[in-house]
């Protein structure tokens, strides 16, 4: 395996320098020729690279990986975002090196051309490698020190329709957030009215509607409408936006109230949860006592009952007694009587 382990070497040329390449590539069979850039393409990029060795290696087993040196020498495998900078990287110096002895209405000319690449790519529904191209445009702005008519001139006609572009393509990837911050970037090169300006607005304000920033998208497709003018050329895309943008804030709205009604109506069942539990718990306490008492009481008019009971059986007996005394003397006087009345009739021989 071969490693290619700077980042920034992407220079197909020193790449195939690389006696470790030229060697894999000679043990393949393959041509050194491979690493050279594809005519039809704009750019030679690490990847496109890495694509091709791999292609001539494959048919001996062998292949190449992009890593990533750290700072202690060691080396970790590339992520693909870092493939990616890499890649980007390279394409805005090669573009750099392309344009470096060009004068600045040279240049202008180049971006126009390097524009048209890049809307090849969009009408193919390519829209990262249009936003490549589109980015590698900037490359050709004035200078910072150039003339104020010269930067003017190059805001205009080179970074402004380049951010206008890399605006769509971030959109139609659906990156609403870095469309927004491209267009923040134009607006700052807008002059604030014209098509140019309007199409910033117009491209903005679909982003945040796409965000759900509601206010600021009508905010941003009103002020594009205003600078499209009335039935001007995008004006009625601008209109079905703004129709778009307050049929969404109402169903925001309505679900927002949902979504507060729906929480007040749990935390209000959350409440009488609570309290019916908290209540429940002291009625059942209190029944509980209820119960006790009840049982106490019982208890106690059962001992009552029962002491009154036996008092009164000993009242019964108490005066059974006496009857039975009472009954006794009665009979033992009739009797007395009876021998009396017999001897008074019949006295003894």
């Not at 001539?56 to 700072?71: E, F, P, Q, W, Y």
């Not at 790519?121 to 490359?139: I, N, P, S």
């Not at 309290?275 to 306490?285: L, N, P």
């Amino acid at each position: 395996m071969v490693e290619v382990s700077e980042l920034t070497a992407s220079d197909h040329a020193a790449i195939a320098s690389s006696p470790s390449i030229q060697a894999a590539l000679s043990s393949s069979s393959a041509s050194p020729a491979l690493v050279t850039p594809p005519p039809s393409s704009l750019f030679y990029t690490p990847s496109m690279m890495m694509s091709t060795m791999n292609a001539s290696l494959s048919a001996t087993g062998g292949s190449c990986v992009l890593n990533r040196k750290l700072d202690d020498g060691s080396l970790v495998p590339a992520s693909q975002g870092e493939k990616d900078a890499a890649d980007a990287a390279a394409k805005m110096r090669q573009s750099a090196e392309q344009i470096a002895n060009l004068t600045q209405e040279e240049k202008g000319m180049w971006a126009e051309d390097r524009r048209g690449h890049g809307n090849d790519h969009y009408r193919e529904g390519e829209f990262q490698k249009a936003m490549d191209v589109y980015m590698t445009c900037l490359v050709g702005m004035a200078p910072a020190d150039s003339p104020p008519a010269e930067l003017r001139a190059s805001d205009e006609k080179i970074a402004l329709p380049a951010l206008l572009n890399m605006a769509a393509c971030a959109f139609q990837l659906g990156n609403y957030s870095k469309t927004v911050q491209i267009c923040d970037q134009a607006t700052s090169l807008a002059s604030g009215v014209g098509r140019e300006s309007g199409k910033v607005a117009a491209r903005r304000g679909r982003a945040r509607m796409k965000r759900g920033e509601h206010d600021l998208a009508a905010k941003d497709l009103r002020k594009a409408l205003e600078l499209f003018g009335e039935g001007g050329e995008g004006s009625a895309e601008v209109m079905r936006d703004l129709r778009r943008v307050k049929e969404l804030k109402g169903k925001a709205r309505e679900n927002r109230e949902k979504m507060e009604k729906a929480m007040k109506d749990t935390m209000e069942k959350g409440r009488e949860k609570g309290e019916e539990s908290f209540y429940g718990s002291r009625k059942g306490e209190r029944e509980r006592e209820a119960e006790k008492m009840k049982k106490k009481k019982a208890v106690s008019s059962f001992s009552s009952d029962a002491g009154a009971a036996e008092k009164k059986g000993g009242g019964a007996k108490e005066e059974g007694k006496k009857g039975f005394e009472f009954t006794f003397m009665h009979a033992l006087a009739a009797a007395a009587a009876v021998l009396v009345a017999y001897y008074s009739v019949f006295p003894p021989a």
